[in-house]
């Protein structure tokens, strides 16, 4: 069975549990999933499945890449990740990967590009407090000091310092499964997963 899935982040809900607790989900619309390529240890030294998600007009895809999924029937696909699995002989190419691989209250582990916001200072970035605003103060949002005195004269490595934030690849692990709606492929999950709306998605069973 394969340990994972391509999906597409809707944005975030809430409903009630049977309990009557209130809670936040994240809706994802999740496969179906094609197999466009086997990856087997004699070959490629790892097993693993290249699946396809997503449609696309055929105008928009390469030559290579059109070739590349004739083999897997004729759609044009978005996206291509791959997933390990521990036999390929359990799987051919072309075969459809849906939400039945996973099971409601199961915890699963989603990754994706977090949201890029840009050139950020550190309380926005690291969760810095700001300074007084009192007194004539104006080390409001500033860092402060960075340097290490005479010796060793130079800013260590890693210093919390402004930069880049965000757009990066990020992992949330242990995410309940709270509804799976097969007919409709969607997959609601407890709390929030990285990315904006319309962003790919990668649901995987953990590895442990």
Request: with cysteine; charged share 25%.
């Amino acid at each position: 069975m394969s340990n994972g899935i391509l999906g597409k982040k809707l944005g975030m809900t809430g409903l009630f549990s049977h309990e009557g607790h209130y809670l936040p989900v994240t809706v994802v619309e999740a496969g179906p999933c094609i197999v466009t390529q086997i990856k087997t240890m004699v070959n490629d030294g790892y097993n693993a499945l290249q699946l396809g998600f997503g449609d696309k007009k055929k105008t928009r895809v390469n030559k290579p890449l059109q070739g590349h999924y004739l083999k897997s029937g004729e759609k044009q696909f978005v996206v291509l990740r791959e997933f390990r699995i521990d036999n390929p002989d359990d799987y051919q190419v072309g075969q459809e990967i849906t939400l039945d691989i996973f099971n409601v209250g199961e915890k699963i582990e989603v990754s994706g590009i977090s949201k890029g916001r840009g050139f950020s200072g550190v309380i926005k970035r690291h969760g810095f407090h700001r300074g007084p605003k009192t007194h004539g103060s104006r080390n409001y949002r500033r860092p402060g000091s960075i340097g290490n005195s005479a010796w060793p004269a130079k800013v260590i490595k890693g210093k919390k310092m402004p930069g880049q934030y965000g757009n990066t690849r990020t992992t949330v692990r242990n995410l309940e499964i709270v509804d799976i709606r097969p007919e409709e492929n969607l997959i609601l999950l407890k709390g929030a997963v990285p990315g904006p709306p319309s962003g790919t998605i990668e649901i995987k069973k953990p590895k442990f």
